[in-house]
């Protein structure tokens, strides 16, 4: 079985939610990156999105383009997170989801990516730049091998789009909380909950809402709202904060920023 659908078969056995956090891959630098997913591991996340830098990213905003600025200043290519996942598999099975962009999968072969990237020790990918309606190449090529595509539902997806997509995405679905980019917001939208209760009532496959939660108090109310948490910026602000302060202090401090996240995420259950 997918390593994400083995998690949240166990989390749904302890009816618990999913804290999923992102990160840049070489932001500051690919040392740092698994020693993060290692930390964040045993902080009790329970996944990770691994973001793919990209020179033109849509759905990110300020604070991940800088964070992919940075990695691709340091000459990072996808070969080197492919072999960054393969190191991390040395010490960790959590489940690892890369967000990549169409652009990298066009240049790179969609079949060829799917096959490197599950040798690698990949599970998934988010692909925020690929309309449903032009998947098929990939979901073909995820269905040769044991890996998932996860789709996004946004607020503004209409319900002719949210059934297609219902019917391609795996592993769980990506529920944005906004309308726009990635970044952190002030409060929870009210409309989420019943969104997302709307959503649950058409699909078997988990929910989880990510965009714009940034702290723990948010991950609590997302918590109680969807099967799992997903936290991008307000972590990658973090990485950003003590990027020049060594590893050893990175890793430490937004660990603990990590592991204060998860606790919250999980507190009322």
């Keep these: 079985m997918n390593r994400i659908d083995a998690k949240f078969k166990e989390l749904k056995e302890k009816n618990m939610p999913a804290f999923i956090p992102f ?10 990156t698994k020693e993060l997913i290692l930390e ?13 830098p990209f020179s033109d990213p849509i759905a990110d905003g300020p604070v991940i383009q800088a964070s992919y600025y940075r990695a691709l200043s340091s000459g990072i290519k996808l070969s080197d997170i492919l072999q960054l996942v393969k190191d991390i598999r040395k010490k960790s099975e959590i489940p690892i989801i890369a967000m990549i962009s169409q ?4 240049k790179y072969g969609c079949k060829e990516f799917v096959k490197n990237a599950v040798s690698a020790g990949l599970d998934g990918a988010t692909i925020p730049d690929l309309p449903i309606e032009e998947a098929g190449e ?27 997509i ?31 209760q709307k959503i649950k009532k058409l699909t078997n496959l988990p929910v989880a809402l990510g965009f714009g939660i940034s702290t723990p108090e948010q991950a609590r109310i997302a918590g109680k709202i969807a099967d799992g948490v997903i936290v991008g910026s307000a972590i990658v602000k973090e990485i950003e904060r003590f990027s020049n302060q060594g590893n050893s202090v990175l890793v430490n401090e937004v660990g603990g920023f990590v592991g204060e996240l998860v606790n919250s995420t999980k507190c009322q259950h």
């Excluded at 073909?140 to 789009?161: G, Q, S, Y």
């Design 166 to 196: 219902l019917k391609k995405s795996q592993g769980f679905l990506y529920y944005i909380s906004v309308v726009g980019i990635t970044g952190s917001k002030n409060e929870l939208s009210d409309e989420i909950k019943n969104n997302i």
């Design 103 to 106: 652009s990298i999968l066009f």
């Design 23 to 32: 990160l840049t891959a070489g932001d500051p630098n690919l040392d740092a």
């Design 138 to 164: 990939i979901i073909e090529a995820e269905k040769e091998e044991d890996f998932k595509v996860v789709c996004f539902i946004a607020p503004t997806t209409t319900d002719n789009r949210v059934d297609l």
């Design 40 to 52: 964040f591991d045993r902080k009790g996340a329970d996944m990770i999105e691994l973001g793919v």
